[in-house]
Nanobody, 120 residues
Framework: QVQLVESGGGLVQAGGSLRLSCAAS????????MGWFRQAPGKEREFVAG????????NYADSVKGRFTISRDNVKNTVYLQMNSLNPEDTAVYSC?????????????WGQGTQVTVSS
């Protein structure tokens, strides 16, 4: 089992920045690729960003490319999502997930999520 706990959400004005963190415990963190997802009210959950077990490969949804950056620290067992140039369409509950080492799928473990609200 892998336990995931997100933090760093909050209320921010459009154009602002936030950094989300996801702390992992349980099995060896570096065995897993990690991802961030988001779900806005009335919408399905969507993939935001993924990172491989080593951090050497990252991938992003088109909607966040150039604005969001995913990173990880395998010593601190934490994955981050730096979000810049936020806009109201980024408002959602953001969740992290652990899965295949490539960071591209097989999401087996999920956190509870953290709310991000972007005001216009």
């Amino acid at each position: 089992q892998v336990q995931l706990v997100e933090s760093g959400g909050g209320l921010v004005q459009a154009g602002g920045s936030l950094r989300l963190s996801c702390a992992a415990s349980g099995r060896t963190f570096s065995n897993y690729g990690m991802g961030w997802f988001r779900q806005a009210p009335g919408k399905e959950r969507e993939f935001v960003a993924g990172i491989s077990w080593s951090g050497g490969y990252t991938n992003y949804a088109d909607s966040v490319k150039g604005r969001f950056t995913i990173s990880r620290d395998n010593v601190k067992n934490t994955v981050y999502l730096q979000m810049n140039s936020l806009n109201p369409e980024d408002t959602a509950v953001y969740s992290c997930a652990a899965g295949a080492r490539t960071g591209t799928g097989g999401w087996n473990y999920w956190g509870q999520g953290t709310q991000v609200t972007v005001s216009s």
